[in-house]
């Protein structure tokens, strides 16, 4: 089988080259979640059981599970970490469905607030921002400028070993919907709601110690809590959904191709405790999964 247009390539029938999924073969309410299994688990415990689930593996590790939930036709794409397979699996997605999409990523991260306790969930309602490493910073010369610039890299931090994006939001309904629904699982006082910080490793960009490479992110936490005081969780995908969301279909003139539009928001289950240091359980990982990835299914078919 061949591929043609290395600009976008898709295959001689229409597959696209890393997700693998043609037209009609995703629905346009989809729940993204890291781990193949766990999209496994919701959609066999809550797919409606007339619908056969139709699964799609590709060579790049996506997995597609498309069926029912309540009558209305869901898919679980399964894609997987980090923000490029987040952005295969949105753009991929996007060019092999029609008409509006609303795409809820359920998925794990570490906490770095007291409100957000590992074993309990947290979805992402005032947005997500990009934490990633200054691969500058670290090639040995840094800031080689004089003079004014090397002043001027100083206060506006270009230099500093990690960069801070500015703040994306999630689609409000979703999001709020989300929260209820997330509620109305798991009850009020095990989820918390904030803002997710997305980062481009699990080691460096998240602040992890490794004796191995200088990675100067002691401070990286506090720099943090200080310009965004919301900031809850600590991950690797949400911001890259939330971003492309904000821009599908966005034209020079600003305004948006309504075909093209893409609602999104994010929950997580926590984890790791960044602060203290403690690590979930599988039983209770298993518990979450299985609860709120139907709170995700809830929201996506009762969205309008
Ligand atoms: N994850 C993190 N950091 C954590 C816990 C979970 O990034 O502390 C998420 C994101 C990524 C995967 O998909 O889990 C890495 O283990």
Redesign the pocket.
């Known amino acids: 089988m061949g591929f043609t247009n290395a600009n976008f390539p898709l295959g001689d029938d229409g597959r696209t080259y890393h997700v693998g999924t043609k037209l009609g073969e995703t629905a346009n309410k989809i729940l993204t979640v ?1 781990d193949p299994a766990r999209a496994k688990l919701i959609a066999q415990t809550h797919f409606d059981k007339d619908v056969p689930i139709k699964e799609v593996s590709s060579k790049r590790g996506f997995v597609t599970l498309t069926g029912a939930y309540k009558g209305v036709p869901v898919s679980i794409v399964a894609i ?3 923000i490029s397979m987040m952005d295969f699996f949105v753009r991929e997605v996007r060019a092999v469905t029609e008409g509006p999409l609303d795409i809820i990523r359920f ?4 906490s770095i607030s007291e409100r957000a306790k590992v074993g309990t969930l947290a979805v992402a309602t005032d947005g997500a921002v990009c934490a990633t490493r200054n691969y500058d910073h670290f090639t040995g010369t840094g800031d080689n400028s004089a003079g004014l610039t090397k002043w001027l890299n100083k206060v506006t931090g270009r230099n500093d070993p990690y960069h801070l994006s500015q703040v994306v939001k999630p689609d409000s309904r979703l999001s709020n919907k989300l929260v209820s629904k997330i509620k109305e699982a798991a009850g009020a006082d095990n989820v918390a709601t904030g803002l997710n910080v997305t ?1 481009d490793s ?1 080691y460096s960009s ?1 602040a992890r110690y490794d004796p191995r490479f200088p990675d100067d992110n002691q401070q990286l936490v506090e720099t943090i809590q200080k310009r965004y005081p919301n900031a809850i969780t ?4 949400s911001f890259m959904l939330l971003h492309l969301a904000a821009c599908s279909g966005r034209k020079a003139d600003g305004s948006v191709d309504p075909q093209l539009r893409i609602r999104a928001a994010a929950t ?1 289950m926590i ?2 405790d ?1 602060l203290g240091g403690e690590f979930i359980t599988y039983e209770v990982t298993e518990k979450l999964e299985a609860l709120a990835g139907k709170a995700c299914l809830e929201t996506l078919v009762e969205m309008q």
Request: glycine share 26%.
């Open positions: 890291g997987g970490m980090g998925g794990s991260c570490g980062a699990f998240q600590l991950e690797m995908e997580t984890f790791a960044r």
